[in-house]
């Protein structure tokens, strides 16, 4: 495989990875809109309640997505197809035991998420009319997940990208539908989630039966339930709920710990943030390709193409970072006046910049090795790794807030992704090709 071709292979792997997580906050957008239009802010903040307890739900559920892409990977790579069928439905049946589980404790569950967020009587109430009708799109949710991982471990970004794109569609047309024509309201909104979640997958399946139809034969029930498979599949996956875990206790902390501050720190880094988002969509979309081609090569034993793609993934990684930086040093402001016109929030994100600006270089890295190592499913390196980035994470925080307050939260969410890089390096012997490919 030549240079060009190995670029063409990211490019043709990330891109479409990036159009489908561009598309995610598409549908945010419009679901606040109609939540504005049917209940003013009283529904916005309901809404806002309710997709943050989903968030966190999923978030921590999308270590089925990265453990299926990369043990694909590797029986993608290696020609097993036998194998890269009974992934699917290890995957399948994992995530559907999940949502099994919610559906049964979905009322203390989603009790408990309601009292954790602290909201007023006003909002919890509309909140929950919200959280208990989108519970039931839970099942389709992460059996997406599930089929999103092996798509990606199957070398193909262009059906989830499609599948992303008509479940946009379908959501903001049946949440107006909804909302406004059967006078729904803010529960007609998670209805239109529930149908565009069930939609989604009956087209993933249909789009699976027409290009891989094939495998149906591969499918053994008997042989995908075996132990060593499956203690090997859980075990992966148990590794990335942790590392998943802790990720999202740190930047469910960082939105927390900045209430502390005030309304407008508080606003504020909510809007900084949304720049660290922007810049999370490109990466993840070369993490994507990460975990697939890594995963691949892993399987076919060819050290020689892994080392070639670990350098040229490294280069993209860094262009990706220097060229995020130059957007928000020179458009920083543009940007969030998309988000807000309070000049006060403006002029405070004025003085915080410097940080969103740091972060790229510091996630860039970090980013990248984090897919490599997925699909090399060297997932007890991301579990400890992350884990060690946590506690230096809190430590440095609470060590610097009586000095720098606000400026400590943002020193320790930078340390937390700079040890993650080189904890990630170094825990690889410096990316060594041997320790990576070794069993």
């Known amino acids: 495989m030549k240079t060009s071709e190995i670029n063409r292979a990211i490019l043709r792997l990330s891109i479409p990875n990036m159009i489908s997580n561009m598309v995610i906050p598409l ?11 049917i209940g003013g802010d009283l ?12 968030n966190f739900i999923y978030w921590n559920c999308s270590f089925l997505r990265m453990g299926t892409s990369g043990i694909t990977a590797q029986a993608y790579g290696a020609g097993r197809k036998k194998e890269c069928a009974n992934t699917l439905v290890r ?3 994992l995530a559907l035991a999940i949502a099994f589980l919610l559906l049964i404790f979905q009322e203390p569950v989603g009790r ?3 009292y954790v967020m602290q909201g007023s009587d006003q909002v919890r109430t509309p909140a929950a009319e919200y959280l208990f009708a989108r519970i039931w ?6 059996t997406l997940f599930a089929i999103q991982g092996w798509f990606i471990g199957m070398q193909d970004a262009k059906t989830p990208m ?8 379908i959501n903001a047309v049946f949440s107006l539908y909804f909302a406004f024509c059967l006078d729904m309201g803010i ?3 998670a209805w239109g989630s529930v149908v565009a979640q069930y939609s989604s997958l009956l087209i993933t399946c249909i789009l699976w039966f027409a290009k891989y139809r094939e495998y149906l034969g591969y499918f053994d029930i008997k042989e995908s339930f075996s132990l060593q498979p499956v203690i090997r599949f859980l075990h992966i996956n148990k590794d990335i709920f942790i590392r998943s875990a802790c990720v999202v206790v740190v930047y469910t902390f960082f939105t927390a710990a900045s209430a502390r501050f005030g309304d407008t720190i508080l606003a504020t880094n909510a809007l900084l943030m949304q720049l660290f988002t922007l810049f999370s969509y490109m990466s993840d979309g070369f993490a994507y390709a990460a975990e697939s081609l890594s995963g691949r090569f892993v399987g076919e034993r060819n050290g020689r193409l892994l080392k070639r793609f670990i350098n040229k993934l490294l280069f993209w990684a860094i262009v990706t970072a220097l060229l995020s930086v130059l957007i928000y040093l020179f458009s920083w402001r543009e940007i969030l006046l998309i988000f807000s016109p309070s000049e006060e929030i403006l002029d405070s994100a004025g003085k915080f910049i410097g940080w969103i600006i740091a972060v790229p270089l510091a996630g860039c890295i970090p980013f990248m090795i984090d897919g490599i190592m997925i699909g090399a499913t060297k997932t007890k390196l991301l579990r400890n790794t992350v884990f060690i ?3 230096l994470f809190f430590t440095s925080f609470y060590a610097l807030l009586p000095l720098l307050g606000n400026t400590a939260l943002w020193t320790a969410f930078l340390i937390f992704l700079l040890s993650r890089g080189l904890l990630l390096y170094f825990g690889s012997g410096r990316l060594n090709i041997k320790k990576i490919m070794d069993a």
């Open 162 to 169: 499609m599948i992303a794109i008509m479940a946009v569609i």
């Open 91 to 93: 995957s399948v049946w």
């Open 112 to 114: 408990f998420s309601l």
């Open 187 to 189: 529960a007609g909104i």
């Open 27 to 37: 549908l945010g957008m419009v679901d606040t809109a109609i939540a504005g239009r």
């Open 137 to 142: 799109a839970v099942p389709a949710s992460i």
């Open 43 to 54: 529904n916005i903040a309901a809404l806002s309640v309710g997709t943050t307890i989903f």
């Open 389 to 391: 980035s946590t506690i």
